[in-house]
């Protein structure tokens, strides 16, 4: 019985991934009504891990479970996002903080690296993205606060959805400077200047934000 939970639990959380995916790279586009059945087909699980999926995306606001209709991809608009960086902020200099004082040398390499190929990735919006995630991942554990961590993944998935929503509006050469300069920091241990940092990071966005109008 425990293996069945726990069996349940992992394509539970694999549907989870797969969905958060789509939403955050818009191929489910923001506003889109969408069935329950169109998901299990999109993602070929079974009711049961694509319901839970659905229901923890609902709590973080990603859809929005319309009575009678069905589903809606949550719209995108400026004044939401400004709210998800005001809670976002403070979190992320939490992780930060913490993974400058905690991390292993191994943990600080693997943070370097990521740096380096920040430099290196010129303006590859993909290449931007996939290692802002491998770093938030990184961090996430270096920190150890899985509280934090919890709190700050969906913000993370709404920040990543507007950069996919405004990606030709970004001043992608002033995140990879941000990013790969809070991770050499945290590598050095120098954890104040990481805070610092990590606000410069989250400010690249305020300033994509307030660029943007309703």
């Not at 209709?69 to 400004?82: E, F, Q």
Request: aromatic share 6%.
């Amino acid at each position: 019985m425990k293996q069945d939970t726990t069996s349940s639990a992992s394509l539970a959380e694999q549907a989870y991934d797969m969905l958060e995916e789509k939403l955050v790279t818009l191929v489910l586009p923001p506003g889109v009504q969408v069935s329950e059945g169109r998901l299990i087909e999109m993602t070929g699980f079974g009711r049961t891990p694509v319901r839970e999926a659905i229901q923890r995306l609902a709590q973080q606001e990603l859809f929005l479970v319309m009575p009678r209709k069905g589903l809606v991809v949550t719209p995108i608009d400026r004044a939401g996002m400004v709210h998800i960086l005001e809670a976002r902020k403070p979190i992320e200099r939490l992780i930060v903080s913490r993974a400058a004082l905690h991390a292993k040398d191994a943990q600080r390499s693997e943070i370097s690296a990521i740096a380096r190929k920040l430099t290196i990735s010129h303006d590859s919006f993909e290449d931007y993205v996939r290692l802002d995630r491998e770093l938030d991942h990184l961090l996430d554990k270096c920190s150890g606060n899985a509280y934090a961590s919890t709190a700050v993944a969906p913000l993370r998935s709404h920040c990543r959805r507007f950069w996919y929503y405004h990606r030709n509006q970004i001043k992608l050469a002033d995140a990879i400077t941000a990013h790969s300069n809070m991770a050499r920091l945290i590598a050095r241990r120098d954890y104040m200047g990481a805070e610092k940092a990590s606000d410069a990071v989250v400010a690249v966005m305020e300033r994509l934000v307030a660029g943007i109008g309703n």
